[in-house]
Structures are given as structure tokens and as C-alpha cells.
């Protein structure tokens, strides 16, 4: 008997056996219970999960002579006739090969006949996007008005190329990607069935490369096993048989870039190479591996929510203190866009070293990356002397009164006005924070304001992430508008970014320091 692949021999035969959709799964099931079948149904949602299995089961359970509870009983002759592909009921239509008018016709012809047995006669249309325009148009009038025995289930993987002609008159389900735990489970259920002993952490990595797919997984579970022999599917044969490196690998390869270190970049681009990896899965490996370290910065990801082992995740942790979310941005724009070109090169290893050398370089990207890159160079170079002989900054720890008179913080005399304006702001800052949206509030959390020459106010911010977002978001315009607003006070601000060891001086009035440097007359 010829061998059938895992995914065709294991797709559902019921509701009960669809994973992750159970919101789709749990309405239908009762519209069957009920009798209130809709007319035409619409199943969105990207490849591999479920669309039309649920579509068959659908088709099979209107038609059951005994369903239960909704679900079709699987062995009636309508049940068996649609398993084995047969059913004159049932009609499936690959909208990619048939999208004429043509084929529409020949539908809305035949739908004027009642089934022969059964009580519906069932349209999958799948890839309905790729219809003509004169195709849906010559299935509007159908879809309005169909006879009370005919049923129409369209599906697609894009749903904004359909008319909204067409939306409106279906019922739309979305189906949403199947988490990685479900998948493991159906994975586990599979690999019982068949008899094939796998290691946990071998299937989860089949999971996640799934990407939300569960056709995609045990396709590659398949893959996976044929490699395998008649060994046990382990984390390092999974590994092998779908070409990608394992975590340590990307590690290094991360590392070369957080310490500009080319010759090391190319070198694990060499090793990868020559172990016979595959060069594209590498980068879209490198992608997700940036995207967990990125997660873990800004949303303090645990290592359940990134799906890896706790002692990746402390590797992970350890990196994130090398490096800035603006930083791994960069790194994830860069080697995204390789990867898009990558599909289409004749020479892939090229496009990967110059990206490699372009992460580690960033002063060569001719772009505003490249050149915040030349001005953060700059300026650390600046920072450490290395071009230029520099006075030793005065320490940001708060004043000590047991300094000597030279050693205290330094003092910054600014006109009365302007001292008013800063303890207004100062007294009002949380209120005006509430007062902004939140994209353009929060890069304010642990900033201060300065007075500066000219009566301007200076917004001094704690690291260059946040100077970086208030720019991005409008947020000095937006504070500036606030003040207008609800204290009707006009104040010119700049801002900048504070700096590792600055100096915060304490300000006073001209008035004030006139009076501590007043003359003091003595009488005999």
C-alpha cells in the first residue's frame, strides 16, 4: 500500500479532534444542534489551521443521518462517503485553478438542482481570493438569495482581497495561528499513534517552527522522522533534519555583533556554512532569537512565555546587559531585509557576510541608523579621551556637606523668572505626564528639567532609548501644548540625553545670591 503522509492520515474526522480553534468549533457545533445553519460562511485565517478540515467536518455533519450533539457520527454512508472523497454532496473548488466566470457559472447551474441524497449540498471554495472580479460578481447573486439546500463555504488566507460585497454576506470566522502547547500535544498524540519515540524537546522545536501551522508541523514531524530512522527523534536529529543550528550558535553569532567583532561574525557564518546548514533558515533563526532577547527587555518576558528552556533564558538575560532594544532593532530591520532578499539570490552566503559586516560597522549603513551610530562613536570617544584631553567630571552623587568648599556640588545662578517657571514645572510634572497620551508619557519616566540660558527649560533624559522615543512620539510638542492648556504658560524646551557622570548643579536667583554675597559692615 502506497504511504500516506502523516498530515493527510491524521487530519481531523471530527470537531473534537480540531486543536485551537475551539470558539469556531463550539458555534458551529451548536448551529447544527439547533437546525440554524447559516447559508454561506467565510473561514479566514493563515495556512495550516484548519480552515478546511473544519469546512469538511462542517459539510458532514449537515448531512449526518445520526449526528450527536452537533458532531457527525463518522459512520452513516453520508459520513464514510465524504472520508473517502466521494460524496456528490460535497464539492471541493481550488479557487487558484478555477477562477473564471466560467466556473462560477457552472455552480450557480447546478445549484438549481437538489441534492440526490442528503439534506445539503456543500460548496468549498478554497483560496476564494483569488477569484476574477467578474467570478465574485457572478457569485453575488447566488450567495444573496441561495436555494434553502445549498451552502457555501469560502475560504482564504487573505481576506481583505474580497469584496465587501462578498463579506457581508457571509458569517466570517477567523481562525487564529494553534499555540505551540497544542501543537506539542497533537505531536505527542501523533507520535503514539505511530509508534515513534520522540524527545519532548525535539517536538517543541518542531512547534515552534511551525509558526502557528499544524499541517506545517507534522509535515515537518514527518520530515523529521523519515530522517531519523529507526532511532529516536531527538533535539539534535530535528536539528539536522530541518538544516537550522541550535542556540549556541546564534548565541555566538549575537555576541560577535554586540562586540563589533567582524572576523567572528564570518567565522560562524563559515562554521554554519560547512556543517551543511541551511543559510536563510539560519537568519530567519537569528530573527526569532533577536525577537525573544527584544521581548525580554521591554516586556520582561519569562522563560514560558518565550517557549525555551530556563537555561537558554538565563543566557538570553546575560545578553540583554550587552545591549539596548534600539540596538536589537537595528539588528532585527537589518537581517530581516537580508532575509527577504535572500529567497531570490543566486549567492546567499554573500548578502549574509555583508550584513555581518554591516551589524558590526554600523558607521557604514548609509542611513540614520548608520549615522547615530558615527555619533554615538563619536561622542564615546569624546567621553574617554581618546581624541582630546578632557578635565575629570564632577560626580552625580548628591552633595555631601562634609565636602570642602571646592568639592560641593556646584552652584548655577539663573534669573527669578525662570526659577518660577522650573518650580511650576517641577510641582506640576506628574499632572502633566497624566495629561499626555501614554506613547508620549512614558518616555518622560525618570527624566528632569534644567533651566538653560534664554529662559528655555531643558528636559534632561535618563537614557538615549527614551530621548530617542520622545522624539519619535511628539512629545515635547504635546507637553508644550499641555502647559498651554491648562496653565496657560508658553515655555521653550530642548532636550537632551543625561550623561554617565554629569554634574547636577543646585540652582538659586540672582536675588538670592546677591544676598549671600552681600557686604557685611562691622561696628566698633
Known sequence: MAYVALYRKWRPASFDEVKGQQPIVETLRSQIRTGRIGHAYLFCGSRGTGKTSVAKIFAKAVNCEHPQNGEPCGTCAMCRAVNDGNSVNVIEIDAASNNGVDNIREIRDEVQYRPA???YRVYIIDEVHMLSTGAFNAL???????PAYVIFILATTEPHKIPLTVLSRCQRYDFRRITTGDIINRLKELAAGEGIEAEDKALAYIARKADGGMRDAISLFDQCVAYRGDAKLDYEKALEALGTVDSDMLSRFLRAMLEDDTSEALAVIEAVRLEGRELSQFVQDFVWYLRNLLLLMTAEATSDLLEMSEENWMRLAEEAKMTDPEDLMRLIRLFSSVY??????ADKRVLLEVAAIKATRPA????????AARVLDLEQKLAKGNWMQTPQPVSAAAPDNNKTENEKTPEKVIARADWESLQAIRERWNQL??????????PLE??????????????????????NAAVRFETIPQLQAALRKTYNKEVAFDIRVAGVKESQ????????????????????
Open 505 to 524: 548643579p543646585r540652582f538659586v536667583t540672582d536675588e538670592d545670591l546677591q544676598a549671600i554675597h552681600m557686604e557685611i559692615e562691622t561696628e566698633d
Open 340 to 345: 527577504n532578499d535572500m529567497r531570490a539570490a
Open 140 to 146: 453575488l447573486k447566488t450567495l444573496e438569495e441561495p
Open 364 to 371: 557604514m549603513e548609509e542611513n540614520l541608523s548608520g549615522l
Open 446 to 467: 525618570g527624566a528632569w528639567v534644567e533651566p538653560k540660558d534664554g529662559g528655555v527649560m531643558s528636559i534632561v533624559f535618563a537614557d538615549r532609548f527614551k530621548y
Open 117 to 119: 441524497e442528503g439534506k
Open 433 to 442: 505626564k497624566r495629561a499626555l497620551p501614554h506613547q508620549a508619557a512614558w
